[in-house]
């Protein structure tokens, strides 16, 4: 079966006329005949009835042509990652991604397996970078991209998905949200928090109790929860913490927590009204061209959905 057929009988079935279907796809009529009749040779079915007014399509063209559809929209697909992989084949040299530590620990391996599909000659480098350092990271260097996770709250009350966050620095960045994910409140099962309700859990939790996610140079584990503790340099202290401490508990990104912490010993207690986002940004001036940034976010955004 050709390509050409298939084709050909999709454009008549569209058209409702062979003519017409011929001089869409610059062929002449009898050859588009031939086409149709060696299709249905093929398939050892009747797909099409010929009237005075035109052709129409039998049950079985109807069936065939939804066979046509994904087969051709297959082969679009095809073509076009065959172009954009010819096209970001020749992207060499070291990609740097500024990326949150709590990111890189969770999905690196996603990360890097994307990336290294899609750019096969780009080799990946990463620098851990917190909200207080990766926008004068990016903002010195344009050949450096970014990976960030914050707290929705820090973003500019705007309807724009692409909002800046808030910043006293009028950087060039452009923004690009991946994921955003509702902050979750989690403890062992063993906890004093695991049996409340969640109207008792709407209540204020002690601050000391809560686990710090937040790698900002904080050498103590407890911290008050604020903005920026969306951050770790180690999800395995967090899990002990909460499972050696009763009154331990954390709030994090839903997406993360059933990734990598949530199981039969550390439970999901309720969700907050609070939202974390993931976002890839880069210089507005950045060495590398849009296209290849476009494609770049679409890739971290597949590694981490």
Known sequence: M??????????????????????????TQPAATKMIHALESEVNETLLHRTSSGVHLTEQGIIFLKFCQQVLASYEQYLSEKDFYNETSAYSGVLELAVSSLLLQTYYDEITGRLAHCFPKLK???TEAGVDNYEKI?????????????SADMYNNTASPNAPLQSDNPAPLVYQTLLTSPIVLCASKHSKYASLTDAQLEEKLP?????AISGGGKQNLYTY?????????NLDIVRKRLLYNEDAYVMM?????????IDKDIILLKKTNREARISFLYHQNSIYPA???????QELQIAIS
């Open 2 to 27: 050709k390509l050409e057929w298939i084709r050909c009988f999709y454009e008549v079935a569209q058209t409702g006329s062979i003519s017409k279907a011929a001089q869409n796809l610059f062929i």
């Open 124 to 126: 990946i480098r990463f």
């Open 138 to 150: 990016i903002m010195n260097n344009t050949n450096i991209c970014g990976l960030i996770m914050a």
């Open 207 to 211: 601050s000391e109790d809560m686990v």
């Open 225 to 233: 929860y604020d903005a920026h503790d969306l951050y770790t340099t």
């Open 253 to 261: 990104s839903e997406s993360i927590a059933y990734k990598k912490l």
């Open 291 to 297: 296209n290849f940034l476009t494609r770049l976010a």
